[in-house]
């Protein structure tokens, strides 16, 4: 019997889409590597108005999952956040899988990424799995809290569970070199590993004493790495946000525009009228997530739309080029484990 994922190719979406919720096939089993497949993810999965406990995001089966970051100069800590003030988060820093939904929420980052490596050593050969990180009001290096510290956090906690950017650039110049000669691994290569994508936050966009924002700071700092021989250190993708048509990267400084192979941006700008040319990232091997796909015309529920018409948007959107598919539907496991081919 063919497997789902090679069938769906030669159905449109809505057929594809009945085909995937009728064989529910997990995530991590679906042949193809990551920038020739689509999964889904939820954004900011780290409130509790979206799961109980973070390691009820984990458990969803959802192939990307979203925390908001700020760099807290003032007492050295990376907080998860939705808000300017405060902390409030489903992360409880379990250091052992009894402990993921037992204990207090509201915890730093590092709790976070506990829980994730905590859940990770649970559950060996888990979908390969997406970290999309928001740093909601960017980097901080001159209070310790920089690329090079960031780095050292997921390395310290995530570990061997990371794939890195030197994962992907192996013998290549760049990871636009190795993206464009399909260096990215495949799924089943990738059970049990964690990519990180990066993008500046909406209160570093809004800032207009910030001139350097998460993006080219964290490019310049793989560039960097590169040129001094140690981009092993390096443990994220920055991700150009926000769709534009052509090549998008003509906004950084030409040494650092090979650094970027993710890209991030609405649905609703790739889809139904946005005029971009997805080609372009499906030809080149680039990452595309597409955000919002309940607003794609015509719009669905954001939060709790029909099971089948949620798995007709991510198939629609996966014929159309993304390797992601974001929205807030957390109750919808079966949507959520979906893996299509890409295009």
Same mark, same amino acid.
């Given at each position: 019997?063919?497997?789902?994922?090679?069938?769906?190719?030669?159905?449109? &979406?809505?057929?594809?889409? @009945?085909?995937?919720?009728?064989?529910?096939?997990?995530?991590?089993?679906?042949?193809?590597?990551?920038?020739?497949?689509?999964?889904?993810?939820?954004?900011?999965?780290? /409130?509790?108005?979206? %799961?109980?406990? %973070?390691?009820?995001?984990?458990?969803?089966?959802?192939?990307?999952?979203?925390?908001?970051?700020?760099?807290?100069?003032?007492?050295?800590?990376?907080?998860?956040?939705?808000?300017?003030?405060g902390q409030s988060n489903n992360c409880v820093g379990a250091r052992d899988p009894d402990g993921l939904r037992d204990g207090g929420t509201g915890n730093d980052f590092r709790a976070c990424l506990t829980d994730i490596r905590t859940w990770h050593e649970a559950n060996a050969g888990h979908r390969p799995l997406t970290l999309k990180i928001e740093m909601k009001d960017g980097f901080h290096a001159a209070s310790g809290m920089g690329p090079a510290e960031f780095d050292a956090l997921l390395g310290e906690v995530l570990g061997d569970a990371l794939y890195r950017p030197a994962d992907l650039k192996g013998g290549h110049a760049t990871l636009d070199e190795a993206a464009?000669?399909?260096?990215?691994?495949?799924?089943?290569?990738? #059970?049990?590993?964690?990519?990180?994508?990066?993008?500046?936050?909406? $209160?570093?966009?809004?800032?207009? %004493?910030?001139?350097?924002?998460?993006?080219?700071?964290?490019?310049?700092?793989?560039?960097?790495? @590169?040129? @001094?021989?140690?981009?092993?250190?390096?443990?994220?993708?920055?991700?150009?946000?926000?769709?534009?048509?052509?090549?998008?990267?003509?906004?950084?400084? /030409?040494?650092?525009?090979?650094? %970027?192979? $993710?890209?991030?941006?609405? #649905?609703?700008?790739?889809?139904?009228?946005?005029?971009?040319?997805?080609?372009?990232?499906?030809?080149?091997?680039?990452?595309?997530?597409?955000?919002?796909?309940?607003?794609?015309?015509?719009?669905?529920? &954001? $939060?709790? &739309?029909?099971?089948?018409?949620?798995?007709?948007?991510?198939? /629609?959107? @996966?014929?159309?080029?993304?390797?992601? $598919?974001?929205?807030?539907?957390?109750?919808?496991?079966?949507?959520?484990?979906?893996?299509?081919?890409?295009?």
């Amino acid at each position: 019997m063919p497997r789902p994922a090679a069938t769906a190719r030669m159905l449109g &979406p809505a057929a594809a889409a @009945a085909l995937v919720l009728a064989l529910a096939p997990p995530a991590h089993a679906d042949t193809g590597s990551l920038a020739a497949t689509t999964a889904v993810g939820v954004h900011n999965a780290y /409130e509790k108005s979206a %799961f109980p406990y %973070f390691a009820d995001a984990l458990d969803s089966g959802a192939g990307l999952l979203e925390i908001d970051v700020w760099t807290d100069e003032h007492t050295g800590d990376w907080r998860v956040n939705h808000d300017l003030f405060g902390q409030s988060n489903n992360c409880v820093g379990a250091r052992d899988p009894d402990g993921l939904r037992d204990g207090g929420t509201g915890n730093d980052f590092r709790a976070c990424l506990t829980d994730i490596r905590t859940w990770h050593e649970a559950n060996a050969g888990h979908r390969p799995l997406t970290l999309k990180i928001e740093m909601k009001d960017g980097f901080h290096a001159a209070s310790g809290m920089g690329p090079a510290e960031f780095d050292a956090l997921l390395g310290e906690v995530l570990g061997d569970a990371l794939y890195r950017p030197a994962d992907l650039k192996g013998g290549h110049a760049t990871l636009d070199e190795a993206a464009r000669a399909g260096a990215w691994a495949d799924r089943d290569a990738l #059970a049990g590993r964690i990519l990180v994508e990066l993008i500046p936050g909406t $209160v570093e966009r809004g800032n207009p %004493f910030d001139d350097l924002w998460t993006d080219e700071e964290y490019g310049r700092h793989l560039r960097d790495l @590169a040129e @001094a021989g140690d981009i092993g250190r390096a443990a994220a993708f920055p991700a150009v946000l926000d769709a534009e048509s052509g090549d998008p990267r003509g906004r950084y400084d /030409e040494g650092i525009r090979p650094w %970027f192979v $993710v890209f991030d941006g609405s #649905a609703t700008a790739y889809v139904g009228g946005g005029g971009i040319d997805t080609s372009w990232y499906t030809d080149n091997g680039y990452l595309l997530i597409m955000t919002g796909a309940h607003a794609v015309s015509p719009a669905i529920d &954001p $939060v709790s &739309p029909g099971e089948e018409e949620a798995a007709e948007r991510v198939a /629609e959107l @996966a014929e159309a080029g993304a390797t992601t $598919v974001t929205s807030d539907w957390t109750g919808l496991p079966s949507v959520l484990g979906m893996v299509l081919p890409r295009g």
